[in-house]
């Protein structure tokens, strides 16, 4: 109730950035680009490197809790750790009247959530999982440097051309061991620091994906996705085990075998003789 309070507050109180505001002396506020619960991320120019960035600020409501503080510094480690052509890459810091704020890359293309609710894009499952992978190569290299997204979601995943990136480091965290079994709502097990938790978001993500080209019949009762959707059952096997039905995956290479596994099926049945 509290935090709820506190948001409402600052929506009142805090109005972003206007278009061609300076920020710090260097930085021309092009657009707004998202608004999240921690900040407000914006697409600048830099008039020293003469480059397009994206400035992202601490929210009001933010700045006077020690935790949001602490959780707008531990964004910016997170993303100094990095380097990585699929991440943003980090530039500098600042304050703008008491206003924290960060500096970073700005990779071009649209959300997978734009894509599919705005464009109308579909993806097939061999799209789909196309596309699983090169997001996998990216969360391996993040796991590798113990470091867990948290947060893996269409909003935070852009797609240009080819290239696939994975944005917004806000719920990134160190991996810790996990103890016990895993939480069963999915609100705790999206925010476990262990190497799941990042699993479980990829076999959302694909959901979302191939949902994309499902269309229900009218009238039809709503069924799980496993009833609904048209594919494979090596695409069932792998959601399975990512969305912890079953048993559960180790690392990106046990994902990353499996999906290889299904492309080449996939690839196989798509051959004219």
């Known amino acids: 109730m509290f935090k709820s309070f506190m948001l409402a507050i ?76 699929g991440l943003p ?83 990134a965290r160190k991996a810790e061991k996990r103890t016990g079994k895993f939480p069963k709502s999915s609100k705790l097990l999206r925010k476990a620091k262990n190497r799941q938790s990042d699993f479980y978001g990829l076999g959302h993500f694909l959901l979302f994906l191939l949902y994309s080209s499902y269309t229900p019949k009218e009238g039809q009762p709503e069924r799980s996705w496993e009833e609904e959707l048209h594919i494979s059952q090596e695409a069932k096997t792998i959601l399975r085990r990512l969305l912890l039905i079953d048993s559960e995956y180790n690392d990106c290479g046990e994902i990353r075998r499996d999906i290889e596994k299904l492309l080449c099926k996939g690839a196989k049945r798509n051959v004219i003789l």
């Open 10 to 85: 600052s929506e009142t109180i805090e109005k972003p950035f206007p278009k061609g505001m300076g920020i710090d002396g260097r930085y021309r506020i092009e657009k707004l680009l998202g608004s999240g619960g921690f900040g407000h991320s914006y697409l600048a120019f830099d008039m020293a490197e003469g480059r397009l960035v994206v400035v992202k600020t601490l929210r009001l409501h933010k700045r006077l809790s020690f935790a949001g503080r602490k959780s707008f510094r531990i964004e910016q480690v997170m993303m100094q750790q990095t380097s990585h052509l």
């Open 89 to 171: 890459a980090y530039y500098r810091n600042g304050t703008h009247e008491g206003i924290p704020f960060f500096a970073m890359e700005y990779k071009y293309g649209k959300t997978v959530e734009q894509l599919i609710f705005q464009e109308g894009d579909s993806y097939t499952e061999t799209e789909a999982f196309g596309v699983a992978m090169k997001l996998l190569s990216i969360v391996e290299y993040l796991h590798s440097g113990n470091i867990i997204h948290r947060d893996i979601r269409i909003p935070n995943i852009l797609l240009h051309g080819e290239e696939v990136y994975l944005i917004d480091l806000g719920l």
